[in-house]
């Protein structure tokens, strides 16, 4: 890796950082597509490379979430609870399976596009006084189980799925955001582990590129705090815009993505 390379890779994890760290997002699914295609991340490298992102990254919003007292609740500990036995599963599947990434950009794509256009529809014009029946433990641990296992296979941080999805059905972006972001830091340090095991006794790029995932991590690091001690002075109306541009943002990128 070069100079040049690893001062674009701190920068881009530093902006997408300060960016996503509000609403709970790692912002390792928009690094993702420019790891590899400016970068130049081999595939399936990529996916533990990515997951290394989140573990540089993500104690730098976390420390911030941590001293303001919203870290730790039921919340975390289900996602938490879900997410990593998924993430093992997904890294397994990832290594040996090697699924192909159009059927799973489509698949965000159909999720996320419709997912964040509602969000901002509904904040906006919120056609019922009453709030969303929030969903019951037992189905955020199911999409936890499901959204860890999305992450090993393809690195990717659990708060760009399960956060549209939470505040979309009544809890407040200041809840979710630090239980989203504590899933993906535990799940990422686990998912990054298993890659370098299994790299041990498989062939090709498996290991993650090492010096540029530390680079956009320290990127990371630094705009997950800054993002991260925005929060508090954003109102709930504007995360939740942001949430939702993101997630539509994000379907779109990869349905275009998946169509080339």
Do not use: K
Not at 17 to 33: D, E, Q
Not at 207 to 227: E, N, T, V
């Amino acid at each position: 890796m070069t100079w040049s390379t690893g001062l674009a890779g701190l920068a881009v994890g530093l902006l997408i950082a300060v960016v996503t760290a509000p609403v709970g997002v790692s912002g390792a699914v928009f690094l993702l597509p420019v790891q590899l295609s400016v970068l130049g991340v081999p595939n399936p490298a990529i996916t533990p490379t990515n997951l290394l992102f989140n573990v540089v990254a993500g104690p730098g919003a976390l420390l911030r979430y941590r001293r303001e007292g919203l870290l730790y609740g039921p919340l975390t500990r289900r996602l938490v609870t879900g997410t990593l036995p998924g993430v093992v599963i997904g890294a397994v599947i990832r290594v040996f399976a090697v699924p192909g990434a159009t059927a799973f950009r489509l698949l965000v794509a159909a999720l996320l596009m419709p997912l964040g256009l509602w969000l901002i529809g509904r904040t906006l014009r919120p056609t019922r006084p009453a709030r969303a029946a929030e969903p019951s433990r037992r189905a955020i641990t199911g999409m936890a189980l499901v959204v860890g296992v999305v992450g090993g296979i393809y690195g990717i941080g659990g708060g760009s799925i399960l956060g549209p999805i939470l505040v979309g059905r009544g809890m407040s972006v200041a809840r979710v955001a630090p239980a989203a972001l504590a899933s993906t830091f535990t799940t990422s340090v686990t998912g990054a582990a298993a890659f370098a095991l299994l790299s041990l006794t498989s062939s090709g790029d498996i290991a993650p590129d090492w010096y540029l995932g530390l680079a956009c991590g320290l990127g990371g690091l630094i705009g997950g705090y800054l993002g991260a001690h925005l929060q508090p002075r954003l109102p709930e109306t504007a995360l939740r815009l942001l949430l939702g541009a993101l997630a539509t943002a994000l379907g779109a990128l990869y349905a275009v993505q998946s169509l080339r």
